[in-house]
Structure formats: C-alpha cells, structure tokens
T-cell receptor, first 118, second 111 residues
Framework: GAGVSQSPRYKVTKRGQDVALRCDPI?????LYWYRQALGQGPEFLTY????????KSGLPNDRFSAERPEGSISTLTIQRTEQRDSAMYRC????????????????FGAGSRLTVL | QKEVEQNSGPLSVPEGAIASLNCTYS??????FFWYRQYSGKSPELIMS????GDKEDGRFTAQLNKASQYVSLLIRDSQPSDSATYLC???????????FGQGTELSVKP
C-alpha cells in the first residue's frame, strides 16, 4: 500500500477482554516495528520484525502482550486480558531495509490505534 | 538512566529565531540518529537523519552529531509558527538493532 495502515483506529474494550491490533506495512518494507505512545511521551519500543522473524521483543511489558508477522507482511499485536494501564496509542512503523543494515531504522509510521480499556 | 534523553520543554522562540534542540544517548555503539517531528494528534514524521560526526544541513534544518560526547542536536533556522510541534530524537543501530526514542521536546514558535 501507499502508507502504513493500522486498524482499528479506535478500540474501546472492557477490562479482561483480548484485543488484536493490525498493521499493514508499506509494500516491500522488510522491517516492522510496534511502539506504544502515552500522551506527552515519546514512542516506547515494544518489538520489531525483520521479514517474519521477531528480532527483539524486549519492550513487551509482560506475557499478556504478543506479536506475530507470519508471512513477513501484515503484523498483529495481541493484548490478552486487557487492563486499564494498557490504554494508549499503539503505533506501527515499517522500514524498507532490515534493521542493522545500512540505511536501516528510517521508519514510516502509521496513524496508530488508540486503545481505551474501561 | 534513560537510553535517549531530551529536555521536555516547552521551548518557546520568536518567529525568525534559531531553535536549538538537544539529545543525549547512552549506548556507545549506536550508529544511526534521527529527528522526527510530531504535530499534535498526528504520527511522527522523519525530518533528519545523521550517521557521521559533524553537521548535516537540509534547508532550514541542521543536525549535529558528536559520538564522543554521545550528543545529537537539531537547529532550526528562521523558525516559523508552522514549526511548532514536538521534536523526537531517535537512536538506532546499537547492540539491539532497535530504534529508541526520547520523550520529545515541545517547540512553540511565537509570531
């Protein structure tokens, strides 16, 4: 696609429910990143993929959070048993080249998915 | 110690002045450095990248990198009200390969 597409744009859920956030990167982009951004703060790293391989998941807050990118394109971030503290903007970004390659880390962000847990 | 640190601001400058934004980072093996601009309610957008020590100029923007001091800065010349936004410093290419952002500096350019 022309840009990074995220869905849903807004998600309101009740505490304890599972949510899945989807990211469709720019066509041909190798790396895909997930960030979480609280109001007034910078994006907080969660995890990233090169192709379908999850390279680093050190930023995932706990085992309720998981991500996958099974075919090296679309990615899903899943939050199980949501809690109010999970409420935030979740941002996906993609990069043309693999992380740690020359020219890596030049990210294009999607519009984000705003999650509200009641 | 945070991996990437910025003054949160707000930084207020008059129109036409030079705005100076600063950032320090902790990972000495970092290789790539970026400045993103984020307007209120919008996504971050890349405005500058720098990989080598020294200055890099692009229009009204100049990025400066000093790896020995682990310091990167952004200068905006002839600041305009449309430059009012939050500026995010991001550092990548270290041992983890991931891109880490600072908390951002809010810039306000007054007409």
């Amino acid at each position: 696609g022309a840009g990074v597409s995220q869905s849903p744009r807004y998600k309101v859920t009740k505490r304890g429910q599972d949510v899945a956030l989807r990211c469709d990167p720019i066509s041909g982009h190798v790396s895909l990143y997930w960030y979480r951004q609280a109001l007034g703060q910078g994006p907080e790293f969660l995890t990233y993929f090169n192709y379908e391989a999850q390279q680093d998941k050190s930023g995932l807050p706990n085992d309720r959070f998981s991500a996958e990118r099974p075919e090296g394109s679309i990615s899903t971030l899943t939050i199980q048993r949501t809690e109010q503290r999970d409420s935030a903007m979740y941002r996906c970004a993609s990069s043309l080249v693999a992380s740690r390659s020359s020219g890596a880390n030049v990210l294009t962000f999607g519009a984000g998915s705003r999650l509200t847990v009641l | 110690q945070k991996e990437v640190e910025q003054n949160s601001g707000p930084l207020s400058v008059p129109e036409g002045a030079i705005a100076s934004l600063n950032c320090t980072y902790s990972d000495r093996v970092s290789q790539s450095f970026f400045w993103y601009r984020q307007y209120s309610g919008k996504s971050p957008e890349l405005i500058m990248s720098i990989y080598s020590n020294g200055d890099k100029e692009d229009g009204r923007f100049t990025a400066q990198l000093n790896k020995a001091s682990q310091y990167v800065s952004l200068l905006i010349r002839d600041s305009q009200p449309s430059d009012s936004a939050t500026y995010l410093c991001a550092v990548g290419g270290g041992q983890g390969g991931k891109l880490i952002f600072g908390q951002g500096t809010e810039l306000s350019v007054k007409p």
